[in-house]
């Protein structure tokens, strides 16, 4: 069955920290693709990044990176030296090739508060 | 814009009334999606339409939930019958050919049954 799971409901830092958002997955497929959205206040899903299943090459866009491990099933997600305009809903996803349709599957979220 | 626009932004509804929500995706556009997301719950799939037609609508809780592309560009979200616990934020997403390209999100249409 397929299945996201991020165990961290809520994270509280102080701006310039760095910060870690956990992400594990579940699926029976060998193609699939992993997401990471960002939701602020206003509710609108905002893309971040889309991994494949055969790219485990970790990936870094200006402050944030991302660690792609099929051995243990995750996918976190790192912010580094935080700012307050960070400060959201962040849900990873999972997509399977399976399903030929694109459709997402989400974690529950974690709420990321940065403090000025 | 140049984003997905859903209508209304809140829509509050008696008990047993019927509603309909509306998502205007990105132009051109083929793919479309409906997902429901409860307070405190991330975002879960209702349907997926490829162009005109439903591909997939195996996330639609009951019968009481419908949906519509008509000429493959809006999409309307029709509920009847509501009940308290439909309440959510329903989210209309688009992509360019579906599959796994990026999903464009909408802001959402805040839907609270009294």
């Known amino acids: 069955a397929q299945k996201v799971t991020q165990a961290q409901t809520e994270i509280s830092v102080v701006e310039k920290e760095d910060v870690t958002l956990d992400c594990v997955y579940e699926?029976?497929?060998?193609?699939?693709?992993l997401f990471w959205y960002k939701q602020p206040p206003s509710g609108e899903l905002v893309f971040l990044i889309r991994?494949?299943?055969?790219?485990?090459q970790n990936e870094i866009s200006g402050r944030y990176s991302w660690n792609f491990q099929k051995s243990t099933s995750s996918f976190n997600f790192t912010i580094t030296a935080s700012q307050v305009v960070d400060s959201a809903v962040y849900f990873c996803a999972l997509s399977e090739n399976s399903s030929n349709t694109g459709k997402l599957i989400f974690g529950q979220g974690t709420t990321l508060q940065v403090k000025p | 814009g140049a984003g997905v626009s859903q209508t209304p932004s809140n829509k509050v509804t008696e008990k047993g009334k019927y509603v309909e929500l509306r998502c205007d995706p990105i132009?051109?556009?083929?793919?479309l999606y409906w997902y429901r997301q409860s307070l405190g719950q991330g975002p879960e799939f209702l349907i997926y339409f490829q162009g005109t037609g439903a591909a997939d609508d195996s996330g639609l809780p009951n019968d009481r939930f419908f949906a519509v592309r008509p000429e493959g560009s809006v999409s309307t979200l029709k509920i009847q019958r509501t009940e308290r616990g439909d309440s959510a934020v329903y989210l209309c997403?688009?992509?360019?050919?579906?599959?796994?390209?990026?999903?464009?999100f909408g802001q959402g249409t805040r839907l609270t049954v009294v």
């Open positions: 997403a688009s992509s360019l050919i579906g599959g796994n390209t990026e999903a464009f």
């Open positions: 991994r494949n299943s055969f790219d485990e």
């Open positions: 132009s051109g556009h083929t793919a």
């Open positions: 699926t029976r497929d060998t193609t699939y693709y």
